[in-house]
């Protein structure tokens, strides 16, 4: 059962779970200030629930590789989408700052 370190906690959940959904379940927050309400609920759209990945997770899909690709998103910063994200192994999850969490 992997476990997911996130703001100072650790999480456990299965395999395959979606990661936004795991965050989302523990009242943590994925998404700054009013992001929390303007996002786009798991589609891979907007972008606000960027995170930096330490640990084994699914490859990118098609889109959150489109999303990361243009700003304020680099696809070069090395950031996920985490509602594109399939938990595979134990994670360390950080969050950046700004709208879309982009300063990391
Ligand atoms: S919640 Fe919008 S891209 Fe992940």
């Known amino acids: 059962m992997p476990i997911v370190e996130f703001d100072g906690k650790s999480i456990d959940c299965e395999i395959g779970e979606n ?12 998404h700054n200030g009013s992001s929390k309400i303007f996002n786009c609920r798991g589609l891979g759209t907007c972008g606000t629930c960027s995170v930096k990945i330490n640990g084994k997770v699914s490859k990118m899909t098609t889109v959150e590789k489109t999303r990361l690709s243009f700003p304020p998103h680099c696809i070069s910063r090395g950031l996920r989408l985490a509602c594109q994200i399939k938990v595979l192994g134990n994670l360390k999850v950080e969050k950046g700052a700004g709208f879309w969490g982009q300063e990391i």
């Open 19 to 30: 990661l936004r959904q795991v965050l989302v379940d523990h009242n943590l927050a994925l």
